[in-house]
Each structure stands twice: as structure tokens, then as C-alpha cells.
């Protein structure tokens, strides 16, 4: 699981982060947390799915008593997105987070979008 940063129009970091893990992980997910930048990616050991996860999701709600469990597997449910693209792949010799995360800021300042902050 990795905390991923992005805005509304440029997913640029988790589709790239998405690719790279997804060499090594055969499945991957990713889900929005809600009135934020921020995106976390899980990735499974042995392939998996959605339709997997809310079955889990299923089981849960009817079953546990932890609420805080309940809660993290709702927001994720609710908030969970598609599949990223295949892009690049970062290596350990070409791992550009920093300028990709530089180019997402200033791209989102200079649309004007900084208007959406709360």
C-alpha cells in the first residue's frame, strides 16, 4: 500500500507508480480519498479483484464488529477507481518523483485551480 499525491486533471504519479508495482504485483488498486490529493494504490501478492474485495466487503458488514474496519472498506468501496493506465516504469536509475510531482503542482497553480482549495 503507498499514499500517492495527484490532482483532479493529472494522475501522472499513480498511473507511473501504478506501472512500476504492477511489474512485481500481479493486481492493483487504487482508491481516492475523499476532499484531498491523495490516492492510495494496494497492490495483492496473488491476483485479485474488485468483485474480490466486495465480497470481503460483504462479509465484513455482516460480520465484524470493528467499526473503524467497517469504515475503511466503505471509503474504499465508495471511492475506488480504475485500473491506471500502463505508462513508465521507474527504475533505480530513472526514478523522476520529484520533477513529475514539481510539473503536477505548477500545472495545477498555473490553471488556475488553486481556486478549489478549501
Same mark, same amino acid.
Given at each position: 500500500?503507498?499514499?500517492?499525491?495527484?490532482?483532479?486533471?493529472?494522475?501522472?504519479?499513480?498511473?507511473?507508480?501504478?506501472?512500476?508495482?504492477?511489474?512485481? @504485483?500481479?493486481?492493483?488498486?487504487?482508491?481516492? /480519498?475523499?476532499? !484531498?490529493? &491523495?490516492?492510495? $494504490?494496494?497492490?495483492?501478492? =496473488?491476483?485479485?479483484?474488485?468483485?474480490? @474485495?466486495?465480497?470481503?466487503?460483504?462479509?465484513? /458488514?455482516?460480520? !465484524?464488529? &470493528?467499526?473503524? $474496519?467497517?469504515?475503511?472498506? =466503505?471509503?474504499?468501496?465508495?471511492?475506488?477507481?480504475?485500473?491506471?493506465?500502463?505508462?513508465?516504469?521507474?527504475?533505480?536509475?530513472?526514478?523522476?518523483?520529484?520533477?513529475?510531482?514539481?510539473?503536477?503542482?505548477?500545472?495545477?497553480?498555473?490553471?488556475?485551480?488553486?481556486?478549489?482549495?478549501?
Amino acid at each position: 500500500m503507498i499514499n500517492i499525491g495527484q490532482v483532479p486533471l493529472d494522475r501522472t504519479l499513480v498511473n507511473d507508480l501504478g506501472t512500476t508495482i504492477g511489474q512485481v @504485483f500481479p493486481s492493483i488498486f487504487v482508491m481516492d /480519498i475523499p476532499g !484531498s490529493f &491523495n490516492s492510495i $494504490l494496494f497492490a495483492t501478492k =496473488t491476483p485479485s479483484s474488485w468483485e474480490n @474485495f466486495e465480497a470481503n466487503y460483504t462479509q465484513v /458488514i455482516h460480520n !465484524s464488529s &470493528n467499526p473503524l $474496519l467497517v469504515d475503511a472498506m =466503505t471509503m474504499t468501496m465508495e471511492n475506488q477507481q480504475p485500473t491506471p493506465p500502463e505508462t513508465r516504469v521507474y527504475t533505480d536509475d530513472r526514478s523522476p518523483i520529484e520533477w513529475v510531482t514539481n510539473k503536477i503542482v505548477i500545472d495545477f497553480i498555473l490553471s488556475g485551480s488553486v481556486k478549489e482549495l478549501p
